[in-house]
């Protein structure tokens, strides 16, 4: 039996985290052939990221570049994908999420004529600026996509209600609860230098904050509404990994670098990050993949959008849009420190977007797809 040729293709962290548990799977069944391509639009944190589960791409683009633009990456990409393809010639290419790569990487592909798996596919906030690029991204990607990897039943249905045939969609779980629950049983976290000083048993409210569209106004909103928290519970430490963007790093420093009980860190390694959430009594993020991340471990969350692609886990109640609103996000983080009854109610909902078997439904797929 002729092996199926699958080129799983990434660029950033969050990709190399959700693409992981589906090439291990890949190249673990003899029913494949794996050809592993990486662009390194996020150089380091994509390494980071791939040496938690050691892998070792075959094909590295090495894309990044000091001040790139968005420009710059899809037309990094498209360049040196297309005689990629052409000398590979695999029967798949395999993109991820709502990245300027997986966009890039999938429309080589159907200039090469190569069929598009689409793992992450369906999500949609139906705004065009939020979040900035991946809406749009995401959008564009699904009219390329052959095979529509939906991870829960609702993506799935916005992809029927964008006409999607029922055939080219398959309903797996996100992978990235594969990937969390593969760390939680293969690592453990290696100390933290910075937060030796929290007490053990101390309550601990993890931050994270990147978004484009929080930038300006919005972060300094952001950081006034944690140190706010921060004065009125001063038993609870925030943990604060902040991104390396000057456009984060400046509002941040400035606002909370001198606050007790607020420790600002470098962004963390994938391994440590997983198990500090798992320490955490609850998590403030505008981060998407955290929303599924933390639902899976039981820790609610407070997104700091105005809307979510992921509205599962808002209807599960295990995850609460208060945006940049100073008021908001003081009240949400109020409501999870007072208020047992809400605290556990949200945390209730762990199977929502998955159960840790998407990367084995995506095989099957591949293989059923007709």
Request: net charge negative; aromatic share 6%.
């Amino acid at each position: 039996m002729k092996k199926i040729k699958v080129m799983p293709v990434f660029g950033t962290r969050p990709e190399a985290i959700k693409m992981a548990p589906v090439i291990m799977a890949l190249r673990a069944d003899e029913r494949f052939e794996t050809v592993v391509c990486a662009t390194a639009q996020h150089r380091q944190m994509q390494d980071q990221a791939l040496g938690v589960f050691g892998i070792q791409p075959d094909h590295d683009l090495n894309l990044m570049k000091p001040g790139q633009s968005l420009n710059d990456v899809v037309a990094g990409v498209l360049n040196q994908m297309g005689d990629l393809l052409e000398a590979v010639k695999p029967d798949w290419v395999l993109v991820q999420g709502d990245t300027s790569t997986a966009f890039a990487a999938g429309l080589a592909a159907f200039h090469a004529r190569i069929a598009v798996g689409h793992v992450e596919a369906g999500l949609r906030s139906y705004q065009k600026y939020a979040p900035y690029p991946e809406e749009i991204n995401r959008k564009m990607l699904s009219a390329i996509t052959d095979l529509h990897f939906a991870p829960t039943p609702f993506a799935k249905q916005a992809l029927q209600k964008e006409g999607f045939a029922d055939k080219d969609i398959a309903v797996t779980g996100n992978t990235v609860i594969d990937a969390l629950f593969w760390v939680l049983n293969h690592t453990q976290a290696a100390p933290i230098p910075e937060l030796a000083a929290i007490p053990e048993n101390a309550p601990v409210i993890l931050v994270t904050g990147h978004r484009r569209e929080n930038f300006g106004e919005g972060f300094r909103d952001i950081c006034e509404a944690l140190k706010q928290i921060a004065q009125q519970y001063p038993d609870y430490h925030i943990i604060y990994p902040v991104h390396l963007n000057p456009n984060v790093q400046k509002p941040v420093l400035s606002i909370l670098g001198d606050i007790n009980n607020i420790h600002l860190v470098e962004p963390m390694e994938y391994v440590s990050f997983i198990h500090l959430m798992q320490r955490s009594h609850f998590i403030i993020s505008d981060s998407g993949g955290i929303q599924e991340e933390s639902t899976a471990l039981g820790k609610p969350v407070l997104v700091m959008r105005d809307v979510t692609e992921r509205p599962e886990g808002v209807q599960a109640g295990v995850c609460q849009l208060v945006g940049t609103d100073v008021e908001k996000i003081v009240s949400g983080a109020k409501q999870m420190i007072e208020d047992e009854n809400a605290y556990q109610q949200a945390s209730s909902a762990r199977q929502v977007f998955g159960d840790g078997t998407a990367a084995q439904k995506i095989l099957e797929a591949l293989v059923a797809w007709k």
